[in-house]
């Protein structure tokens, strides 16, 4: 997509559907892999690492608890979130969009229905892990009140890098 094509989107032209489908776990690892590699340099280790958590979402998939929101463009998908159930807290996982569809306000969108499902389920706790190279996506998370809560070196992705965990808690 050229950045013309990109400047003329909004993010009502694209379609956001909360129903997982065969192939989508497949596609998000595809998603992960690539543009990971390319924009971060992370290597096999980490598109296995996304393939086997996504391997036991499939497994415990519970349309009752858990959430996808799966963002579609001309029925291709550029882009994702998921929230999963672990008991206590939602688990934000697996956020990402294709390089032309960021700053359309997708992330925002996404942030807010994460946030609404919870309330909805009146369930306060919510964490997520990311990197220390993931900038955009921190200020993100921090501008919904995400908290930074623990920090460790890492080179499971084939690099070194610090893997970083925040926290939300919601009040009602």
């Not at 519970?62 to 463009?73: P, S």
């Not at 997708?106 to 306060?124: A, P, Q, S, V």
């Not at 501008?143 to 809560?149: H, I, P, Q, V």
Request: charged share 25%; glycine share 8%; hydrophobic share 40%.
């Amino acid at each position: 997509m050229t950045s013309v094509m990109s400047a003329m989107l909004n993010v009502n032209d694209i379609n956001i559907r909360t129903e997982l489908q065969p192939g989508d776990l497949g596609y998000i690892a595809y998603l992960h892999g690539e543009m990971y590699a390319r924009e971060c340099g992370y290597g096999l280790n980490f598109e296995s690492y996304v393939l086997q958590g996504l391997g036991d979402f499939a497994r415990q998939y519970d349309v009752a608890k858990d959430r996808v929101w799966i963002c579609e463009h001309n029925q291709q998908i550029v882009g994702v979130l998921i929230a999963v159930d672990r008991g206590s807290a939602l688990q934000l996982r697996y956020f990402i969009f294709r390089p032309e569809f960021r700053g359309l306000g997708l992330g925002k969108k996404l942030m807010t229905e994460f946030i609404n499902h919870m309330k909805k389920r009146e369930i306060t706790d919510a964490y997520l892990w990311t990197t220390n190279e993931q900038h955009a996506a921190i200020t993100l998370y921090e501008r919904y009140g995400f908290k930074l809560t623990e920090e460790k070196v890492s080179a499971e992705f084939d690099k070194e890098l610090i893997e970083r965990r925040y926290d939300l808690t919601l009040s009602f």
